[in-house]
């Protein structure tokens, strides 16, 4: 009987329900600690249903996993059999194991066709997956399967990749950031995208929010734009205390007292539940109100798309002189007739006749800087103290 025992595999496919899990643990330390070899045949289905309880189903799914995951083969007419792997697969099996955790729309576009503001996820794949030195597995999580993300991240606590990338952690729950504890414990790596949320005891890469709405800030100021509103989507979120720190230190500097500055940050989180996406007309409505008895000269949107609402209440008012910046730099890229609708689509009228002065928040290297911590960390080639990596951010569209 040949005694080589195939190396510790991964699998794309984590097993899911207890009576599974409990059976696919079972068999998988019984053939990592040889007690099934190479060749030997597992026992049959009926038979392990008679032994734990239960139905054939858990069985079968459990053997699917297992036969996913290089372990078994199904011998027609035999059985089941722990599989011998080539040397070449004993080579792939053998590298470090990153599970990429994401909720990525489009994981076959390739990042250079996609909108830049949502790119991260698109880039960061696309530089994980050009590694030779790790292997990758992609855990997709769409929009509308948000709930799906506790059970993804708890499957990894048997997976036990060497690292595992969170791209983009939204509204971390107690629940997310108890499992990423666990996860951290028992040896994984953690890497993430420190963005709306930054979780602990991880890795992180991030764009320079901080730096960059001090740029922002300094330019206006230096062009005579000294009574500047800024809008603010939610001060929870990590990019706005971010750009709040940048905001208040150029400021500081031109001499205002910290009383004032607050009172210049507007948190649209007041008017509406709606954390990400603010509707045109309530934001021309609240742009109107605050405006009305404030000396303004600048305003801050919230970012490149936001520019238009609020120069629509602006001209709505008859302020067209006052200066609207917007953030992200995508105002080139955006599709405007769908934003604003084809039947009113007139690049002057609605707005679309002036580049706004914006910020680049260089997420595609923001991905790249992501991508290298995971494969360095899965590589063991980074020290034990906690990486945080801030690509800075550049002004845009300078008149």
């Not at 189903?57 to 011998?75: C, F, N, V, W």
């Not at 040896?187 to 709405?213: H, I, M, N, W």
């Not at 490149?304 to 709505?316: C, G, H, K, N, P």
Request: proline share 5%; charged share 30%; with cysteine.
């Amino acid at each position: 009987m040949n005694s080589e025992s195939p190396p510790q595999r991964r699998s794309r496919k984590p097993v899911i329900g207890s009576k599974q899990e409990e059976i696919f643990r079972a068999l998988q330390q019984a053939i990592e600690e040889k007690r099934y070899q190479v060749g030997d045949y597992l026992p049959s289905t009926r038979q392990l249903a008679l032994e734990y309880h239960t139905s054939v189903t858990p069985i079968q799914r459990a053997y699917s996993a297992l036969a996913d995951m290089g372990y078994i083969e199904k011998i027609h007419g035999s059985g089941i059999r722990v599989k011998a792997i080539s040397s070449n697969e004993a080579k792939v099996l053998l590298k470090p194991q990153i599970e990429l955790v994401t909720c990525f729309k489009n994981p076959s576009a390739e990042p250079q066709k996609i909108h830049m503001v949502q790119a991260l996820e698109e880039w960061l794949v696309w530089h994980l997956t050009r590694s030779d030195q790790t292997r990758v597995s992609l855990n997709v999580i769409n929009d509308d399967e948000r709930g799906k993300i506790i059970q993804t991240l708890g499957e990894m606590r048997y997976l036990k990749p060497d690292t595992l990338v969170f791209a983009r952690p939204d509204y971390p729950s107690v629940a997310v950031k108890k499992i990423i504890k666990q996860l951290v414990d028992q040896g994984t790596k953690v890497c993430c995208f420190a963005g709306k949320a930054r979780l602990p005891y991880c890795d992180l890469a991030t764009s320079d929010f901080e730096s960059g709405q001090y740029k922002l800030t300094k330019y206006l100021l230096e062009h005579g734009h000294h009574n500047i509103l800024r809008l603010q989507a939610n001060p929870v979120f990590y990019y706005e205390a971010e750009k709040q720190k940048g905001f208040e230190r150029a400021m500081l500097e031109h001499g205002l007292d910290r009383d004032e500055i607050a009172r210049r940050t507007v948190s649209l989180s007041k008017y509406t539940d709606i954390m990400t996406e603010i509707d045109s007309e309530l934001l021309e409505s609240i742009v109107g109100d605050l405006l009305d008895d404030k000396k303004i000269t600048a305003v801050m949107a919230l970012n490149d798309i936001s520019v238009l609402f609020v120069r629509r209440a602006l001209r709505r008012m008859g302020r067209e002189d006052i200066e609207v910046a917007g953030y992200d730099a995508i105002w080139n890229e955006v599709s405007w007739p769908m934003i604003v609708g084809p039947e009113n689509y007139d690049p002057e009228e609605v707005g679309l006749d002036k580049t706004p002065i914006s910020v680049d928040t260089h997420l595609p290297e923001v991905a790249k800087e992501l991508a290298n911590l995971a494969v360095l960390r899965a590589k063991g080639e980074l020290p034990q103290a906690l990486q945080r990596r801030r690509v800075d951010q550049t002004l845009v569209c300078l008149r």
